[in-house]
């Protein structure tokens, strides 16, 4: 194992123990997640990639998928956390974006976007991409912040005197739409993280 894979691999632990220090616990909110979403089954999309905190959980469970992002530079530090674990070979790492997305019509049987909708600035894009790319009887795992963790990703950001851009509420606008759309939503919360489950009827 090269010294760059274990140079990231320290960061990653060093982030993960800086976010429990606030009271944000990653590894655990992703089992959260994760669980609330079973089964998964079928061909397997992540939408954001970030630094791969999430991917690196859904491949630990043994899942091989395809994720995306519009971010070389984030993707390549995902692309290390994975590699520390000998996992890369379940993980496809494409750069995209998430509201012009390359894949055909019905890829995919389910769909993941983690901590992503805060940030986008046209959700309904990315929104219109999943139906399109979602399968005659597939399911999309939306989550995102709770109040509460959003209060608590502020705090880490500002901590590090770095501010953190985010809309709130947009899992609100998603599950109408889903709704909308005729999808079936469940709905899960933790302290720190709100899940959305939409599946086909």
Known sequence: MNDEVIENHKRYLERVSFYRSFGYDLEKERDFILDKSLPIAGKILEIGTGKGHFALALAKRGFSFVSVDISSSEQEIARLNIRYFGLEN??????????????????????????????????????????????????????????????????????EG???????????EAKNYFMNKGFDIKEFQSEVQRVIIAGRT
Do not use: W
């Open 90 to 159: 379940q993980v496809v790492l494409k750069i995209e974006d998430a509201g012009h997305l390359s894949f055909p019509d019905k890829s995919f049987d389910t769909i993941f976007s983690i901590n992503v909708f805060h940030h986008l600035n046209d959700p309904p894009s990315v929104l219109d991409e999943i139906i399109r790319l979602l399968g005659p009887c597939g399911k999309a795992v939306l989550s995102d912040f709770s109040d509460k963790g959003l209060e608590i990703i502020n705090m880490c950001h500002t901590h």
């Open 162 to 172: 770095r501010k953190h851009d985010y809309v709130t509420h947009r899992l609100d």
